[in-house]
């Protein structure tokens, strides 16, 4: 029966949920799909159960895991002799990584405000400086990284710069769209109160940009943790996902299913970042139409 | 017209730079004298620069010559010492704030005390009958309730003048009818000088104690019609003979300068809001 916008879904929760699972299940089904065609022969405790007919590279063991390998790695020792197991060594990894990242969310989101608020009051600021904005992020942050750690000496801070450097972009651009999205309407009923600009920054072009803001910020919680952990490698920082990544990356052919892992950890983490942004939005914007809507 | 002179327009003429076409003129040789307590009405087709007239009024935008005078004194001594509310013809609501929030922004702008600030929105609240919706958001409210906000808001910090831009523009008839009433009740209740902008005939004879009809390219008023109906105003004055003989006065004072310049209006009104704001 065709949706009508007066008969809203039964149980949408549920129902959302049931999506997502199903969405997960068929990657699953997707993956172990292409290993019963083309992957390595199937064991059970080393008795060969099925033999593929075609010999497809990518799926073999060593390049697409069984999805119960990378399961079973994760809930045994990180390594031999280790008394936590992976996924508690990686989610211990990813918090420290979430640490930085949300340093540097927080110092990119507060550079991106900033650097709009200027921009929006000085159209000489503006045409001077946003190509260099712009071309900043032409840069490739591998190449950038290991100067960063260079110049700024200290290894964390090495990190959180990297991943302020990723955030404060998509900020600045959106607050842009922010600040002058309020109706000319409304910029004239501030100046019958002969409001200033100082006023008509806070009390109306500052709350009218938050939806823009939050759009931002999601891109930017997803982009943070990606600066974090490319600048772990160069920074050098021993306790984050990015060390661990650059180590199972070199164990690879010993254990491909590590590697899966803290790949699948590291989208974990980032989903997380995204839905904590996603929730503040939901609750800052919970009074306005436009949050109900979506 | 009764008392001192609210608003005092001399000479005033009004011209745009309206790229591609050169020069326009909007408004010539306007003079217009308000006197306090009245309610007078600009009317006339798209284009005569009716509108731009109230923002000239409301400082909103400058004449290229003549004066403008409110309360006495330049218009942007005026807007500067908030002598004037303003309603559009959108609410301009803003949305993260609600009813009663809506309607004490002026006073915060102002710095209105905290317990005089409060007492002030809840007797505009009562005043504009939104009592009850003080903390309902704008999109919760109907299109006439958000307009009420908006007049309670425009009204909130006691101005001597209340300027509207077509406020019942975008209701439809039914609404745009309670609203005459509603703010008819506004204006005997706080004996304010209203000029208010608007298309419609039968609005501008009903609520008005004058109405100026304004001809179009270059912006004129062509006649002003006094409008003697006596007052309260109820449902029974649309019926009455002499709304119609009014109503009919100022449709032929209107009649042969519709339609003819409406091609130049868009580009017009773009200019007209683009030198405003500014």
């Known amino acids: ?7 809203p879904l039964k149980h949408p929760r549920r129902r959302r949920l049931l999506a997502i699972l199903g969405f997960i299940g068929l990657v699953l089904v997707l993956w172990e799909g292409v290993k019963v065609i083309g992957g390595d022969p199937w064991r059970v405790n080393g008795e060969l159960i099925w033999t593929p007919p075609l010999d497809l590279k990518f799926a073999s063991d060593i390049n697409l895991p069984h999805v119960w390998s990378i399961a079973a790695a994760l809930s045994e020792p990180w390594r031999r ?3 936590t197991s992976l996924f508690m060594f990686l989610v211990g990894k990813a918090l420290y990584t979430w640490r930085e990242a949300a340093i540097g969310f927080a110092l990119g989101a507060v550079t991106g405000i900033a650097l ?13 400086f946003v190509p260099y904005v712009v071309a900043s992020q032409t840069i490739p942050i591998v190449a950038l990284a290991p100067m960063i750690v260079f110049f700024v000496g200290n290894e964390i801070l090495a990190v959180v710069v990297v991943a302020t450097y990723l955030t404060f972009f998509p900020v600045t651009i959106a607050m842009i769209r922010g600040l002058r999205s309020p109706d000319p309407r409304a910029l004239e009923l501030m100046r019958s109160y002969a409001a200033k600009r100082r006023t008509i920054f806070w009390k109306l072009r500052m709350p009218a940009s938050v939806p823009y803001l939050f759009t931002a910020l999601k891109i930017a919680a997803t982009a943070s943790i990606v600066g974090a952990i490319v600048g772990e490698g160069p920074g050098g920082v021993q306790d984050g996902l990015g060390r661990a990544i650059l180590d199972f990356n070199q164990t690879y052919i010993t ?15 980032g989903i997380s970042f995204y839905l904590l942004v996603r929730i503040a939005e939901l609750w800052w914007l919970r009074d306005r139409a436009s949050a109900v809507l979506t | 017209m009764s008392g001192q002179a609210v608003v005092h327009v001399a000479d005033v003429t ?5 790229p591609g076409r050169g020069t326009m003129t909007a408004l010539s040789g306007i003079d217009l004298l ?9 009317i006339g087709p798209s284009g005569c620069g009716k509108s731009t007239l109230l923002r000239l009024i409301g400082d909103l935008t400058v004449p290229t010559s003549g004066t403008v005078m409110v309360n006495g004194k330049p218009a942007q001594q005026a807007r500067v010492d908030r002598d004037y509310g303003i309603v559009f013809q959108s609410p301009v609501l803003f949305d993260w704030r609600n009813v009663e929030e809506n309607v004490r922004l002026p006073l915060e702008l102002i710095g209105t005390e905290k317990a005089a600030r409060e007492a002030r929105v809840t007797e505009m609240l009562e005043l504009v009958e939104l009592s009850d919706f003080r903390r309902h958001h704008p999109y919760q409210l109907s299109g006439g309730m958000q307009q009420r906000v908006s007049i309670a808001r425009a009204l909130a910090f006691e101005p001597a003048l209340l300027l509207m831009d077509e406020p019942f523009g975008a209701l439809d008839e039914m609404t745009r009818e309670r609203m005459n009433s509603e703010v008819l009740k506004v204006w005997a209740q706080t004996g304010i000088t209203v000029v208010f902008v608007t298309h419609s005939i039968p609005e ?8 100026a009809v304004m001809s179009a390219r270059p912006g004129r008023i062509t006649k002003v019609v006094d409008i003697d109906l006596p007052r309260p105003r109820t449902v029974e004055t649309r019926e009455n003979r002499r709304y119609f003989e009014l109503v009919t006065e100022v449709r032929e004072a209107l009649r042969g300068m519709d339609g003819r310049v409406e091609a130049d209006d868009a580009a017009l009104d773009r200019a007209a809001a683009e030198g405003g704001i500014g």
């Open chain 1, 116 to 128: 709009a608020a200027a921009f929006v009051h000085s159209q000489l600021l503006e045409r001077a």
């Open chain 2, 34 to 42: 308000i006197g306090q307590g009245e309610f007078v009405s600009l």
């Open chain 1, 81 to 83: 002799s280790a008394d």
């Open chain 1, 1 to 7: 029966m065709p949706r009508s916008p007066e008969r």
């Open chain 2, 204 to 211: 501008a004879v009903f609520l008005s104690s004058r109405v």
């Open chain 2, 14 to 18: 009004k011209t745009f730079d309206v």
């Open chain 1, 255 to 269: 254990g491909p299913e590590k590697l899966w892992a803290a790949i699948l950890v590291t989208a974990l983490l």
